[in-house]
T-cell receptor, first 110, second 113 residues
Framework: SQQGEEDPQALSIQEGENATMNCSYK?????LQWYRQNSGRGLVHLIL?????REKHSGRLRVTLDTSKKSSSLLITASRAADTASYFC??????????FGKGTMLLVSP | DSGVTQTPKHLITATGQRVTLRCSPR?????VYWYQQSLDQGLQFLIQ???????AKGNILERFSAQQFPDLHSELNLSSLELGDSALYFC????????????FGDGTRLSIL
């Protein structure tokens, strides 16, 4: 079953613009993670934010977590064509297994 | 390169058959996870092993089974295959604490004809 729901399902922007993706989840969590998947390839871990953290940065990535609203957002600044991929949020609660959302497909045009 | 190796990359077989997917985790990782990705179900957790023992079970069918060997590699066995089993099967590994990222292999694409 899906825990998270990403929004939007698809996003198309120009290079240099910022991309924001949102994720909502249903149950309490230990942490929330964002992954990227290029077409037909494995998932690449981007960032992990613990339930007691509110914001985290990694390079051009900024993740926020609002546990009261059970939501998270991923901001990619100054997007590049190479950022074109599907982005998934995933939560862990109890065990360390991941429960994924359905993903956001990001297209960055040159 | 995630350090997680999955073989084979592609499998084409027929309904009713049995296949085995193999995964070698990243060096030092004790946990291995199996996930299934399909268009209609998305990414679904199947099963987790930790240091040779089953740790957690997800949406894994009774026709599917897995094990982790003493050298920590893992195999996922799928039997009595049905058309709906066509999917990408991913293996991931992580360290032994909960707040760690998982590292994914490139997957095995299973096609049932």
């Amino acid at each position: 079953s899906q825990q998270g729901e990403e929004d939007p399902q698809a996003l198309s922007i120009q290079e240099g613009e910022n991309a924001t993706m949102n994720c909502s989840y249903k149950t309490s969590i230990n942490n929330l993670q964002w992954y990227r998947q290029n077409s037909g390839r494995g998932l690449v871990h981007l960032i992990l934010i613990r339930s007691n953290e509110r914001e985290k940065h990694s390079g051009r990535l900024r993740v926020t977590l609002d546990t009261s609203k059970k939501s998270s957002s991923l901001l990619i600044t100054a997007s590049r064509a190479a950022d074109t991929a599907s982005y998934f949020c995933a939560t862990t609660s109890g065990y360390s297994t991941l429960t994924f959302g359905k993903g956001t497909m990001l297209l960055v045009s040159p | 390169d995630s350090g997680v190796t999955q073989t084979p990359k592609h499998l084409i077989t027929a309904t009713g058959q049995r296949v085995t997917l193999r995964c070698s985790p990243r060096s030092g990782d004790l946990s291995v996870y199996w996930y299934q990705q399909s268009l209609d179900q998305g990414l679904q957790f199947l099963i987790q092993y930790y240091n040779g023992e089953e740790r957690a079970k997800g949406n894994i069918l009774e026709r599917f089974s897995a094990q982790q060997f003493p050298d920590l590699h893992s195999e996922l066995n799928l039997s009595s295959l049905e058309l709906g089993d066509s999917a990408l099967y991913f293996c991931a590994s992580s360290g032994n604490t909960g707040n760690q990222p998982q590292h994914f292999g490139d997957g095995t694409r299973l096609s049932i004809l």
